[in-house]
């Protein structure tokens, strides 16, 4: 164990500044989030204090239904009045469709959060071990006591735990930041986003969310291993070679066989872990006695018929990583 | 005694390429053995198959291990030094350090430090802003400091200064050597060693030439220089392996011949390595 603990260490100190940095970029676009909160609440504060209210003309509360949101202030307690065709008439509808917005940016913050980090995290695996092929260390670990799966499991669990720990990280900075934004848009804003927010159970999301990650990365590692191949044997540019090949084999077998089959089960494939989202936001149903479920459960899809083949393409990818890292190819 | 390095017919080919052909070769522990010949013949491939670096065909057994199947248990029992920088060059020296203390149980810490400190590398420097020369001081001071019994060093001094080199083999025999201990150095360059080893072997084209102690070097090779008048005449007598010309004179190197029947017919000497060496590969110097 001991000595995975220190290889786990030496990718960290490796790419500590990516890591950090990657934090960094986050949180200014966290802090420009609340800034541009800060100058929308002050532009509706104003309005409140000038015009005694707050009309908001054609809000869209669903895909395709519009209303029109009249908010005033008296006292403490907030007034809403919503007019048109299918405006909600009961504190169940008008909190559902307070709700959306919400939790849309709930959703899209923490999925934001991940996409960024998944296309950092193609940079990692691709130079994985290109970089120490090119800087000849790879003799110098294989010239250490260490069996050479624990130096390559080291480095796709640094990979996993690198992706899963920093997206949950920063989505709960997120949650931190959204919460923040909502108190100083300030009443009645913080009022009804409070309504929304306090039926969501932060440890049942953050759990959800996990079951996500755990099984976007199942779904993702042939990809992650496939650039860590690439990374082993190619001269130069492993993450160019490592995408550009296999867009271009496909758009080449598209032209070659008049079909786009191969191009379209690739992107089936990799749509997968998006579409188990949709699936989840389609079927969760929100409301003031169920509480709010932002993600839904993901824990389910762990064990099926497409992470089997994750597993096992993985598996395939990775003895190929094995055997062409002991050749120890030099790069160009 | 049980050899420290056995190798039966261990054979490396790349294509058409026999890098090794057919090798065997025992190396008893306690012995500086040099491994020598010229560019290309084979001698890092030999010593990486040893380290199980690489694929081979044949059967090899180092310190009790097959190298390949058996390459962890066996670094842990081996340091190797390479002819090129090998050290992560992102590291600082001091991280470097502090991973091979968490990763190689026979490395002490105290004794690399302790041999830092005679050198000017600076331990929160990134081993990519060190010359060249320090690299290797560094990676000297690393492998010399981890508890092994076989040192593998594969042209160690390749593109240091003289001062360098002649400071990493006092170091290597100081610091390191004693009778439990081997060390297996790659070399072209064999004056620079030749007077450290026990043993030496030669290599070309993947094949061993020679495997011998220096005193069997010795006691089988002898120079014998001439008059050129008379090189005519003991060139049919003694027929040498090979010959040169030096200072109007003629030096014989001859193989397996009595020293006694050369008493009187000129100046009677033991060969350097290097001469045997360029006589085994059929050349003059």
Redesign the interface.
Known sequence: M??L???L??EW??WQRVIIGTILVITFLNLLMLLSVSRGSDFFNQELEEEGHILLDDFQINDDEEVDVDIRMNGSDVEITIDGENAPRSVEQILSNVAAPVVFGLRIGMMGTFAFILFLSMFYFSDALY??RA??????????????HLILGSKIAAGLIGVIGLTLFLSIEYLVFLRIAIWIMGEPFTFLAGLVLGQVSYLRLIWDWFGYLIFAAIHMAPLALFLMLVGSYVKGRPLLVGIGAPVLFSISWAIIFQSAAFLITIGKFFWGFNQVIIDQWETIENGLDTGIVAYGNFWAYIFNADTAISVLVSALLYYGIWYVY???IPTG | MSALIELKNITKSYGDLKALDAVNLQIPPGKIVGLVGPNGAGKTTLLRAITGELDYQGEAKVLDCEPRTQRAELMGKTGVIHDIAVLPSWMKVKELLNFLEGIHPGFHRDKAESFLKSTTIPMDKKIKTLSKGMKTQLHLAVTLAADTKLLILDEPTHGLDILFRKQLYTSVLEDYFDEGKSILISTHQIEEVEHILSDVIFINKGKILLYASIEELGERFTQLTIPADQADELREQLKPMSEYGILGRRVFLLENTESKALVGLGDIQTPSVADIFVALMGGEA
């Not at chain 1, 790879?138 to 010239?143: A, K, M, P, Q, V």
């Open positions: 001991k000595p603990i220190v290889l260490k030496r100190l490796e970089k120490e800087d000849n260390s790879t003799l110098f670990y294989r010239s250490l006591p260490v069996n050479d002991r050749k120890n």
